[in-house]
């Protein structure tokens, strides 16, 4: 049964990540993500914001700045509307941080 998961991912490589590529990306398929975000938002979405603490606001910075130039993010113009905004957790294990959008209530 390992041997036939370890073939799989080897098939699929493309699609999961490495260190030279940080996202996996599949290719030849089309995706489709329906998301509700007509007003009202659900209750959940509507967070105030709080404080990080420093090391996870310097971890955030440094995950962001990864993500522009893989051109995953872009800034947002000051006249664009942009109104939901995704909770965004960082977890720090063993001095490595990672960022996570919590994308639950999307669909709520």
Do not use: C, W
């Amino acid at each position: 049964m390992q041997k036939d998961l370890i073939e799989i991912l080897v098939q699929y490589r493309e699609a999961f990540s490495r260190d030279n590529e940080p996202l996996g990306a599949i290719k030849g398929h089309e995706v489709e993500i329906m998301l509700n975000v007509e007003r009202p938002y659900p209750q959940i979405l509507m967070r105030n914001a709080y404080p990080a603490r420093p090391r996870a606001r310097e971890a955030l910075k440094t995950h962001i700045n990864e993500l522009m130039k893989l051109g995953v993010l872009r800034k947002a113009g000051h006249n664009e509307e942009v109104e939901v905004t995704i909770p965004v957790i960082i977890t720090l294990h063993n001095n490595k941080s990672r960022m996570f959008g919590d994308f639950r209530a999307f669909n709520s």
